[in-house]
Structures are given as structure tokens and as C-alpha cells.
């Protein structure tokens, strides 16, 4: 069975760095499109990142120049590392599969979220 | 960038009730949509892509139709446990990702 397991959320201080981590199991992360989204509380889903199989990565507006996705291809895990975290970064951070070979980019496989709360 | 809206906002029916879901995209994304179902306290669920095509293990009473800027989302009879938020996003202008803000559906 494909699975997606977050970790790492947590309450930070504006200002602070925190790394989330997606570990997979049943699927490769390296040879799959991964990618990050975001639910600040009471509200939508918003795309944060994504890297593509090749290695590139692409950025929201409101998180580029702050926020790093990588993976690690031995341990089977993808990453959002977090730096100068704001109030608004606050939300329920998910990673996801994005399909690509059935649907061309549908998010397929989702994790059941990691919470982060950013607040003096 | 892409911007995707959704009508209504909330919507209550009954059960057995058809229901139809809106979407619409600030440009055209030809089939390159996809609903998802998300209930409270849980991950979003993909039900369709390509606009249409369900997702494996979707109940047939889920169906999807539209292209270019107009969609939509029928259920065709309404369930208790169909009660959550769908949302709509496009994936045609990779990497640039866009979400609906969906529509809370309830069940009388």
C-alpha cells in the first residue's frame, strides 16, 4: 500500500526554522513528483511546492526565498525545511503524490497532515 | 496565475438529493481538473481527474464534467456520509498549482 507519513510540526516562534519531514513507503519519492500543501486553519488548501523527478523545485509566491523542499533518496523521505517562519505560516502542512502517468498532475496520495503553529 | 472559484459556498440538501458543485477557472485549463472531498479532521481524498475520469474506488454517484474555464461535480444522490468541503484545482500550468475555495456541502 502506498503511504505518506508527515512528522515534525510543532508550535515555533516567528522567526524560527523547522524542518517537516514525508516519509513513504510502497512508493519511491525519487521517482515520483512530490509536493508540499498547506490549510491554515478554517481555511483552503494553498500549493506551497513540488520537486519534480529531475530534481527541480518551484515555490509559492508567499514562501519562496524561505521555504526548501528536498528528499532524501535513502531513507524514502521528502522535506520542507522552513526558515523565517511567520504567524501566517500557521497550518496543517500535507505532502502528496502528484500523479502524473494517470492524470498528468492530480495528487493522488495525500499524508494525514502535520500541524505547525507559529507564535511567540 | 490561475484563479479558481467555486459556487456555492455552502449548500444543504437531503439525502437521496442530486447535488451539483461549480467550478470555474480565470483561464483555460482544458480537462486538467480535479475534485477532491476533504472531511473534517481528515486529508483531501482525490474523486476525479481530467475532469471526469474518477479516482479508483470512487462511488459511481460521483461524476465530473466540463472543459476549458466551466466545471462541475454532481452527486447524483446524496449520502449521509458525503457531508465535507470539495474542492476543485487545476493542474494544466505546472508548477503553478491552483485551489479552489470550496464548497461545504451539508446534509439535512
Known amino acids: 500500500e502506498e503511504q505518506l507519513v508527515e512528522s515534525g510540526g510543532g508550535l515555533i516562534q516567528p522567526g524560527g526554522s523547522l524542518r517537516l519531514s514525508c516519509a513513504a513507503s510502497?512508493?519511491?519519492?525519487?521517482?515520483?513528483?512530490m509536493t508540499w500543501v498547506r490549510q491554515a486553519p478554517g481555511k483552503g488548501l494553498e500549493w506551497v511546492s513540488v520537486v519534480y523527478v529531475g530534481g527541480n523545485t518551484y515555490y509559492a509566491d508567499s514562501v519562496k526565498g524561505r521555504f526548501t523542499i528536498s528528499r532524501d533518496n535513502s531513507e524514502n523521505t521528502l522535506y520542507l525545511q522552513m526558515n523565517s517562519l511567520r504567524a501566517e505560516d500557521t497550518a496543517v502542512y500535507y505532502c502528496a503524490r502528484v500523479d502524473y502517468s494517470r492524470s498528468s498532475g492530480a495528487f493522488d496520495i495525500w499524508g494525514q497532515g502535520t500541524r505547525v503553529t507559529v507564535s511567540s | 496565475e490561475t484563479v479558481m472559484t467555486q459556487s456555492p459556498a455552502t449548500l444543504s440538501a437531503s439525502p437521496g438529493e442530486r447535488v451539483t458543485l461549480s467550478c470555474r477557472a480565470s483561464?483555460?485549463?482544458?480537462?486538467?481538473l480535479a475534485w477532491y472531498q476533504q472531511k473534517p479532521g481528515q486529508a483531501p481524498r482525490l474523486l476525479i481527474y481530467y475532469a471526469s475520469t474518477r479516482a479508483t474506488g470512487v462511488p459511481a454517484r460521483f461524476s465530473g464534467s466540463g472543459s476549458g474555464t466551466e466545471f462541475t461535480l454532481t452527486i447524483s444522490s446524496l449520502q449521509s456520509e458525503d457531508s465535507a468541503v470539495y474542492y476543485c484545482?487545476?493542474?494544466?500550468?505546472?508548477?503553478?498549482?491552483?485551489f479552489g475555495p470550496g464548497t461545504k456541502v451539508d446534509i439535512k
Open positions: 510502497g512508493l519511491t519519492v525519487s521517482n515520483n513528483y
Open positions: 483561464q483555460g485549463v482544458n480537462t486538467n
Open positions: 484545482q487545476q493542474y494544466n500550468y505546472w508548477p503553478l498549482f491552483t
